[in-house]
C-alpha cells in the first residue's frame, strides 16, 4: 500500500454529558456518573488521569482543538468496548463514542469532546485483540485477519494503483455498531453495513476486525526515479503507465526549490545529490515519477527486458533516470521512512495546467517555511466501488495530491494559510475537488462534500446508529 495508518481509523468517541466534567479528578470515571450509570461493568478500565486525557486530547498533528475527553476507555477485549456501547445506546440521554489508534484523522475522529475515548491498541497490551492471522484458503487465496488494534505497517501489505485503494482490498469484517451490535459483514452477508462502513469515517461502526487479501511476498524490487520538468510529459506518462500491465507501485511527487533536500534525498544515492539538487534550483521545481517491478528467482533474468518494453517512449528527462536493486522489505522500509502523516492534506481531481500553474508554479513556492513531501498520481475510478461511503470524482482518471507537510507547534499556520489559498483557487478557477481527512465545520460542508451520496449516507446512519452515538468530533450529524 502507499501509506502506513491504523486499520482502526473508524474512531468512535464518547462524548459524556458535560454536567459531570468538571467531577473528574483521579477517581474511576464511574465515580463521577449518575447513580443510574453506575452498572457500566468494565468501568475500572476508564481512565481519568491527567496523561490519558492529554493524550487522548488531540489528533496526531496537533491541529484540531476541541475540549478535552471526560476519560479514556483501555479495552482487554472487543467485549469490553460492546459493553460500552450497550451501555450508552440503553441509556435515555446516551453518550456518542470513538476509537483512537494513532489519532492521525486530523478532523476530529479519534477525539471525544467532553466524552470518552477508546485506546484500540489497548488491545494489544492486553493480548486480547485479533492480533494478525494468515490463512491460505483454496477458494480465497491468502488472506489476513487483522484486528481493529493494527497498524497497516504490522502487515507490511502494500495496496498500488492496480489493486485499488486499501478498502477494495477487504472481504470481510466484524463491525461494532452504535446499537453495541457486533455484525460480521461482507459483499455478500449484511452487504449495506459492509459498503457504509468502508470510506464511512467512523459513522456506522467500529472495525474489530478486517478480512484482507494478502499476495506472495517477491524477494526484490527493482526501484526506478525519472525526472521531469515539464508537468503535461509528467502526468502524460503516469496516465500511461497506470493504463497498461507490468508495473507493481507506481507515485509521483514535486520537488520545489524552496523545500528542503531532505523531503527526496532518501530516495536517492548521495552520488547524485548534486546534480538533482542543481536541476531543481535552476528549474524551481521538478517532477519526479517513480515505479517499481517486483520480481523473484525466476524472473530476475527477464525483469530488466520487461522494464525497458514498459518505460520505452516516457519522456522524463534522459540524464535524470535512476536505478536501485533492494529487496522488497528494504522498499517498504524506505517508504515507511519518507513518511510524514503530520499535517497531511489531499486533494483529488487535478486539471494539469491550471493547477500546475496555480498550485505547483505559484501558491507553493511563496511559502518561506520548511515543508514535507508533495505526492502527485492518477487514479483509475474503476479501482473503487461506488457502493462504498468513500467519496471520489466522477471521472475515469483523477489525481491525488498530497501536501504531506510538518512544522513545529508554533508555526502550523501558514501552512494552513496556504491550504485554504489552493481550496480557494480551485474554487475561483471552477476546478473540482474532494478533500480527504477533510476539516469540515458544519453539517452544509458535508452534505455538499457527498453529493448525490448524502441522502444515502444519512439514511445510513440512521440505521446503524440511530441515537448519534458514533464520532461526534467531525460534526457531521452532531454539533459540539
Known amino acids: 500500500m502507499a501509506k502506513s495508518c491504523p486499520i ?111 485506546e484500540m491498541r489497548s488491545l494489544n497490551d492486553c493480548s486480547r485483540g485479533s492480533g494478525i492471522r494468515v490463512t491460505k484458503n483454496s477458494i480465497l487465496g491468502s ?68 478480512r484482507i487479501v494478502l499476495e506472495p511476498l517477491p524477494k526484490r524490487v527493482k526501484w526506478i526515479h525519472m525526472l521531469y520538468d515539464d508537468f503535461s510529459a509528467f502526468s502524460r506518462d503516469q496516465e500511461h503507465l497506470i493504463s497498461i500491465n507490468g508495473l507493481d507501485y507506481l507515485e509521483g511527487s514535486v520537488f520545489l526549490h524552496n523545500c528542503p533536500p531532505n523531503n527526496w534525498r532518501s ?34 533474468h527477464t525483469v530488466d527486458e520487461e522494464l525497458k518494453e514498459l518505460l520505452k517512449g516516457l519522456n522524463f528527462l534522459p540524464r535524470f533516470v535512476f536505478r536501485k536493486d533492494v529487496s522488497f522489505v528494504g522498499f517498504l522500509n524506505q517508504l515507511r521512512n ?50 462504498m461511503s ?20 508554533d508555526d502550523w499556520k501558514p501552512l494552513e494559510n496556504q491550504n485554504k489559498e489552493i481550496l480557494q483557487f480551485c474554487d475561483k478557477a471552477g476546478i473540482k475537488i474532494k478533500l480527504y481527512l477533510s476539516r469540515y465545520t458544519t453539517k452544509e460542508d458535508w452534505i455538499k462534500h457527498f453529493g448525490p451520496q448524502w441522502k444515502t449516507f444519512e439514511d445510513t446512519k440512521g440505521q446503524f446508529d440511530p441515537k448519534m452515538i458514533l464520532s461526534p468530533g467531525q460534526r457531521i450529524f452532531n454539533s459540539i
Request: net charge negative.
Open 390 to 409: 468513500a467519496v471520489t470524482p466522477d471521472e475515469d482518471i483523477f489525481y491525488t495530491l498530497g501536501l504531506l507537510h510538518s512544522s513545529g507547534a
Open 267 to 300: 530516495s536517492f544515492s548521495p552520488s547524485d545529490y548534486p546534480r538533482i539538487s542543481s536541476l531543481v534550483s535552476k528549474k524551481g521545481i521538478i517532477y519526479c515519477l517513480e515505479v517499481v517491478k517486483y520480481y523473484d528467482d525466476l524472473t530476475s
Open 8 to 118: 482502526s481509523t473508524f474512531f468512535i468517541i464518547i462524548s459524556v454529558l458535560s454536567h459531570f466534567t468538571s467531577r473528574i479528578g483521579l477517581r474511576p470515571w464511574a465515580d463521577a456518573l449518575p447513580l443510574e450509570r453506575q452498572s457500566l461493568d468494565n468501568a475500572s478500565r476508564l481512565r481519568v488521569d491527567p496523561d490519558a486525557i492529554r493524550m487522548a486530547s488531540r489528533d496526531f498533528g496537533k491541529l484540531v482543538h476541541l475540549p478535552n475527553p471526560a476519560a479514556v476507555l483501555y479495552p482487554c477485549s472487543i467485549e469490553d468496548i460492546a459493553s460500552l456501547v450497550k451501555f450508552s445506546y440503553n441509556l435515555s440521554s446516551p453518550f456518542s463514542i470513538a476509537a483512537r489508534g494513532r489519532g492521525h484523522c486530523h478532523s476530529g475522529q479519534a477525539m471525544a469532546p467532553h466524552g470518552v475515548v477508546v
Open 143 to 210: 488472506y489476513a485477519d487483522v484486528g481493529g488494534e493494527q497498524l497497516w505497517v504490522d502487515v507490511l501489505k502494500a495496496t498500488t494503483f492496480r489493486r485499488g485503494p486499501p478498502i477494495s482490498n477487504v472481504y470481510e469484517m466484524d463491525v461494532l455498531t452504535g446499537k453495541g451490535e457486533l455484525v460480521t459483514c461482507s459483499k455478500d452477508t449484511n452487504s449495506e453495513l459492509f459498503f457504509a462502513v468502508l470510506g464511512g469515517l467512523g459513522q456506522f461502526g467500529i472495525i474489530t476486525r478486517a
Open 338 to 387: 519518507v513518511e510524514q502523516d503530520l499535517g497531511a492534506k489531499g486533494l483529488w481531481d487535478v486539471p494539469h495546467h491550471d493547477f500546475n500553474s496555480g498550485v505547483f508554479r505559484d501558491i507553493l513556492p511563496k511559502i518561506n517555511q520548511t515543508t514535507g513531501p508533495i505526492h502527485v498520481y492518477p487514479m483509475i475510478r474503476n479501482k473503487w466501488d461506488d457502493r
